[in-house]
Each structure stands twice: as structure tokens, then as C-alpha cells.
């Protein structure tokens, strides 16, 4: 009965692999995902997946690296989109300062894209969460490197009634509580059992065992071989990829860190989940 609170089942990545990677999803039990679109080409592929899989619930939104390159009817787009799938949710949206400071112009990560400065991508970020707050839709948010102006956002705008999702939470131990306060769940990642993660891991201490969610990111935020339970191919550029199913090494993971019996976090995570997303109908 295992939830993931954050993937990206739609990518390129997967797509040839997934036959496999569902037949491994059945098999640890998984009930519910949440699949993020980042950009308007990729809402209608979101949509798709969660017709043919009624454990998927789709969430669509402009994400930070997408926020310069979205079209002039964006809005709109997303707004009927969401009207018209009630069981949808918003995201992936957020803020990112790593894109602007850390990466190079010819980093094949973001080639072609035109990067959104962060003001910019706090006025993206900002429609977005009003316009989830406005239909009560659960808001999936990204943020590194921009905790600060992200808090302010938060502190400043109207929130979903039902919550927000910070996901693989990466922020200060001290602001756990503050965002709890606004409303925020926050989701632990397998990549965090490495060691190098021990801030993130106790951060995730402070996290209300009520507002604790589980995720993959997959087929990013590939873990360590030493904690690897599933495996898929490299990707055609030779990256790894991150099999979704290695949702049950961040479950045990997380059991571990908060000294928790595995099965009371599961069913700790699943109560979460439906209180932040609905209800799965898988």
C-alpha cells in the first residue's frame, strides 16, 4: 500500500521501460503516484497515463527551468485543463536559483531553453499557487537554492485550503515548522540515504509525522548502487535511470530515520497522501 508522492512516469527516460517498470509498480503494491507535467508539451502525455492508469493522479504546471518559455496562453491552457480533470493537481512549479548561478549556457541540461531570471519565476511560481489555492488543488513544489524568497511567496500569497507538497525536501531543519504552518507536507527521496545528505536527513526528523510523504522524482534522482532495489538501463545519453519502483528502499529509509515500524509509516504516508491528493482510485 505504497504511495509516490512526486514522479515524472511520462518522460522519455521511461518510456521504454515501461511494461517492466509497471509489472515492478504492481509487485511492492503501489497505490497511488502523482505525475507532474513541467511544461504545457507535456500535459497532454500526463493526461494519457493517468486515463490508462487510475492510480496515477495528474498534476500539471509550469515549471522554474520551463518558466521562460511558456507560451502566451499558458494560463488559460492550464486553467481549463484543471477545470476539466477534477482529480488533477498543479505542479510542477516552483523557484530555482541553482539554474541561474550554478549552470552554464552550453549545459546540455537546459539547451535550447531561455532561462527565466527569479523574479521572473516568481511571478510563474505565483499565479500557479493562487490559481491552485483558488480551485483547492493540492500544489507540487520545487525549490533549490531559493528557500528564503519561496518562504516570502508562501507567507504572502493565498495557499490550497488542502495543503502544498515541498518535494524532497532540501531547506533548513529550522524552517520545518514555519512551513508546516502554511501547510506544507514534505516529501522524503531515496537519494537521501546517502551519507553526504545527513542535513536533509535531519530535517526530515523535524518533519509532523502527519505531514510526512514519500517520493521517487523518477527517472531522476537515481540512489546510490548500495541502495538501488530496482534497476533499468542507462539512458541513451548514458545517464542512469531511476526505476520508480525504488519507492520501497525510500520507505525503508525513512522508517529507519524516524525509528518508525516500516508498516505504521506506510500506513502513516498512505493517510497523508489521500488528505493532500484525494483518495487513490487504483
Known amino acids: 500500500m505504497l504511495f509516490d508522492a512526486h514522479n515524472h512516469l511520462h518522460f522519455a527516460a521511461l518510456a521504454p521501460h515501461l511494461g517492466r517498470v509497471f509489472v515492478d509498480l504492481r509487485a511492492i503494491d503501489l497505490r497511488?503516484?502523482?505525475v507532474n507535467g513541467t511544461c504545457e508539451e507535456e500535459w497532454p502525455a500526463v493526461s494519457a497515463l493517468a486515463r490508462e492508469q487510475a492510480w496515477i493522479v495528474p498534476s500539471y504546471g509550469v515549471h522554474p527551468w520551463d518558466a521562460g518559455n511558456r507560451?502566451?496562453?499558458w494560463q488559460?491552457?492550464?486553467r481549463s485543463r484543471l477545470v476539466a480533470e477534477s482529480a488533477s493537481h498543479v505542479g510542477e512549479i516552483g523557484l530555482d536559483r541553482r539554474i541561474i548561478d550554478d549552470l552554464s549556457p552550453d549545459d546540455p541540461r537546459i539547451a535550447g531553453l531561455r532561462v527565466a531570471p527569479l523574479a521572473e519565476q516568481a511571478e510563474v511560481f505565483s499565479w500557479q499557487l493562487a490559481l491552485a489555492a483558488e480551485l483547492n488543488r493540492a500544489?507540487?513544489?520545487h525549490c533549490l537554492r531559493a528557500i528564503g524568497p519561496l518562504h516570502e511567496i508562501l507567507r504572502a500569497s493565498p495557499r490550497p485550503a488542502r495543503g502544498f507538497l515541498l518535494h524532497a525536501y532540501n531547506g533548513p531543519r529550522e524552517l520545518v515548522e514555519p512551513l508546516a504552518a502554511l501547510g506544507a507536507y514534505f516529501s522524503y527521496n531515496g537519494r537521501y540515504l546517502h551519507a553526504r545528505h545527513e542535513a536533509k536527513n535531519r530535517a526530515f526528523l523535524a518533519v509532523p509525522l502527519d505531514r510526512l510523504l514519500v517520493e521517487t522524482d523518477a527517472p531522476a534522482m537515481e540512489l546510490t548502487a548500495a541502495h538501488e532495489r530496482f534497476k533499468l538501463p542507462a539512458s541513451a545519453e548514458g545517464q542512469r535511470v531511476n526505476h520508480p519502483?525504488?519507492?520501497v528502499a525510500a520507505y525503508a529509509g525513512l522508517a529507519a530515520l524516524r525509528r518508525l515500524?516500516?508498516?505504521?509509516l506506510i500506513t502513516q504516508?498512505?493517510?497523508n497522501f489521500a488528505r493532500l491528493f484525494g483518495e487513490a482510485r487504483g
Open 269 to 271: 504516508v498512505a493517510r
Open 261 to 264: 515500524p516500516l508498516e505504521e
Open 32 to 34: 497511488g503516484a502523482v
Open 71 to 73: 507560451s502566451h496562453g
Open 245 to 247: 519502483a525504488n519507492l
Open 139 to 141: 500544489a507540487s513544489i
Open 76 to 78: 488559460a491552457t492550464l
